[in-house]
């Protein structure tokens, strides 16, 4: 049983998914310890709204530290007794992984094992983190399948969130810390990643300048709605186990020239199109299999894309002022 009045630590509280996930939170009625460095690798402002949207909420608190820094971590679990952790503070982006891999380092693995010793020493009650749909890498067989062999990534950024997991089992077997890791695939939605397709496309097209599509157009996602993730976190958040990994997705992956027509129909406007080779890093196509983690978590995806997108270009439009 979850007692609602707990407090959960959520890092990247002030990133796009950190940010929904302590709202929801806050609204099923826990108490929520959100940690945040807010460092520049996308607008700072954008980070700063998210966590204005969260200032009215009473038992919301947040920490403006670094998961590098364990001391200021520790600090907090001797403020307040924290039940659990959700990590999602991370550096994310496959492709910024070839530029600053430093950054990957620095947080994906210090960071993470910061987050795995405090779980350790405050014996919290479940450890849930993000991990990536990234980590199938070269894989071959689709749908993605959590039994399927991750051991060919294929950018920093993967081999790292892969390099969670592995840490995360070790901890989980060592320590008895409940552990569940969740990879997601390409999560979207109001208050989204300036640094990712709808977002970048989006802004492109209203400012009449052209977008840029990778692999000549031949890329295929798994785009999977922000209220569907949010919904699948929670579920694995109360529900500890000693070692779990799940795939969310919507399990349907979309082309991204329909992708692409699919905002140009809800803008009322074509995008003029530069088409250039596949990223170095990038995987061409990503499809999840959900059947575990519907069977485990009642995980259930259910907003089309065409719904999701809408709500994505309503806020856009509100927030920038369109
Ligand atoms: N959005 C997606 O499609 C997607 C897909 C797969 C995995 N993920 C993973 O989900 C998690 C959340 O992603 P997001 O899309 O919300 O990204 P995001 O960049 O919006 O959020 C991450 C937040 O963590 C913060 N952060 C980064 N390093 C930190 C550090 N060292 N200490 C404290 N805070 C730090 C950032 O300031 C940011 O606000 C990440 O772990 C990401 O790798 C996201």
Redesign the pocket.
């Known amino acids: 049983m979850t007692n609602h009045h707990e407090t959960i630590l959520v890092?990247?509280s002030?990133?796009?998914?950190?940010f929904h996930l302590s709202k929801a939170l806050l609204k099923r009625g826990y108490a929520v310890a959100g940690?945040?460095?807010?460092?520049p690798?996308?607008d700072v402002d954008l980070?700063r709204a998210r966590l204005e949207m969260l200032r009215p909420y009473e038992r919301f608190r947040f920490y403006h530290?670094?998961?590098?820094d364990l001391g200021a971590l520790k600090g907090i679990f001797t403020e307040r007794p924290i039940a659990r952790i959700c990590n999602?503070?991370?550096?994310?982006g496959v492709r910024h992984s070839l530029k600053d891999p430093f950054s990957y380092q620095?947080?994906n693995l210090e960071?993470f094992l910061n987050i795995l010793e405090l779980a350790r020493e405050y014996r919290v009650q479940n450890l849930v983190y993000?991990?990536?749909?990234?980590v199938y890498g070269k894989n071959e067989k689709s749908p993605y399948s959590v039994d399927d062999r991750v051991d060919h990534p294929i950018s920093l950024y993967a081999a790292t969130?892969k390099a969670n997991e592995l840490m995360a089992h070790a901890y989980s077997h060592l320590f008895g810390i409940p552990c569940t890791g969740l990879r997601?695939?390409?999560?979207y939605g109001p208050w989204g990643?300036p640094d990712?397709a709808l977002f970048l496309f989006t802004d492109a097209i209203l400012n009449k300048r052209p977008i840029t599509v990778y692999n000549y157009g031949k890329m295929r996602r798994d785009f999977t709605y922000i209220d569907d993730i949010i919904d699948g976190t929670i579920r694995a958040i109360e529900r500890p186990v000693a070692y779990d990994l799940f795939n969310l997705g919507n399990s349907d992956s979309v082309g991204l020239m329909d992708f692409i027509r699919i905002i140009e129909e809800e803008l009322g406007r074509e995008a003029e199109k530069k088409m250039m080779p596949l990223q170095p890093g990038d995987v061409p196509e990503t499809v999840a299999d959900i059947e575990r983690s519907r069977e485990c978590l009642g995980f259930n995806p259910r907003t089309p894309l065409r719904e999701g997108i809408r709500a994505f270009l309503a806020w856009y439009r509100e927030y920038y002022g369109y």
């Open positions: 890092t990247g002030a990133g796009f998914i950190g940690v945040d460095n807010l460092n690798y996308y980070k530290a670094d998961i590098q999602l503070a991370a550096q994310a620095k947080s960071g993000a991990s990536s749909s990234s969130k997601y695939f390409t999560v990643r990712m």
